[in-house]
T-cell receptor, first 117, second 110 residues
Framework: GAVVSQHPSRVICKSGTSVKIECRSL??????MFWYRQFPKQSLMLMAT?????????EQGVEKDKFLINHASLTLSTLTVTSAHPEDSSFYIC?????????????FGEGSRLTVL | QKEVEQNSGPLSVPEGAIASLNCTYS??????FFWYRQYSGKSPELIMS??SNGDKEDGRFTAQLNKASQYVSLLIRDSQPSDSATYLC??????????WGAGTKLIIKP
């Protein structure tokens, strides 16, 4: 399958600081990437859809000023958690669509575990 | 609201037996269905995709789709302890977003 690389895999930061997570498609171009958040023992929650060259589309209840998404190229999308607080501690996962005709399959990065102290 | 339902489990299956995971969905026009496996602390990985009614086999995995009854299932033959994970069912929206089930935790007992 397609390879999506996410970095960093783990990050610990102090409350009030900002953290940037990178998501790269290594062997294909991704016009659309998705950012998910997953709390322990819960399912994936879509945060936003990131489109190359345009503004991200955020899901209801997700603060766009807090979770900044930039998709400046066909192989890179970034998520910046600004002024992080302990309640932002979670597992953040990016994914990208690989299109094949009228269908598409979603491949995930390795995930980034954020701990805010 | 479009929904994807899964039994959260845990589903406990003896090693070597067949594990059967089920998923129902609410949107009758859905066309694309996926099963992902997620190990604890890891991100999901795609196991199977299915788009047509019937069975689709890949190694020890068989996906079954019944659009009339709006369910999709995943069978794992000759279950191994390494199959122990949470299995997520997902249904594709028209804009390539996925609607996710909550996942079924599968435990394969040696």
């Amino acid at each position: 399958g397609a390879v999506v690389s996410q970095h960093p895999s783990r990050v610990i930061c102090k409350s009030g600081t900002s953290v940037k997570i990178e998501c790269r498609s290594l062997d294909f171009q991704a016009t659309t990437m998705f950012w998910y958040r997953q709390f322990p023992k819960q399912s994936l929650m879509l945060m936003a859809t990131s489109n190359e060259g345009s503004k991200a589309t955020y899901e209801q209840g997700v603060e766009k000023d807090k979770f900044l998404i930039n998709h400046a190229s066909l192989t890179l999308s970034t998520l910046t958690v600004t002024s992080a607080h302990p309640e932002d501690s979670s597992f953040y996962i990016c994914s990208a669509i690989v299109l094949a005709g009228n269908t598409g399959e979603l491949f995930f990065g390795e995930g980034s575990r954020l701990t805010v102290l | 609201q479009k929904e994807v339902e899964q039994n959260s489990g845990p589903l406990s299956v003896p090693e070597g037996a067949i594990a059967s995971l089920n998923c129902t969905y609410s949107d009758r026009v859905s066309q694309s269905f996926f099963w992902y496996r997620q190990y604890s602390g890891k991100s999901p990985e795609l196991i199977m995709s299915i788009y047509s009614n019937g069975d689709k086999e890949d190694g020890r995995f068989t996906a079954q789709l019944n659009k009339a009854s709006q369910y999709v299932s995943l069978l794992i033959r000759d279950s191994q302890p390494s199959d122990s994970a949470t299995y997520l069912c997902a249904v594709k929206e028209s804009n390539y977003q996925l609607i996710w089930g909550a996942g079924t935790k599968l435990i394969i007992k040696p």
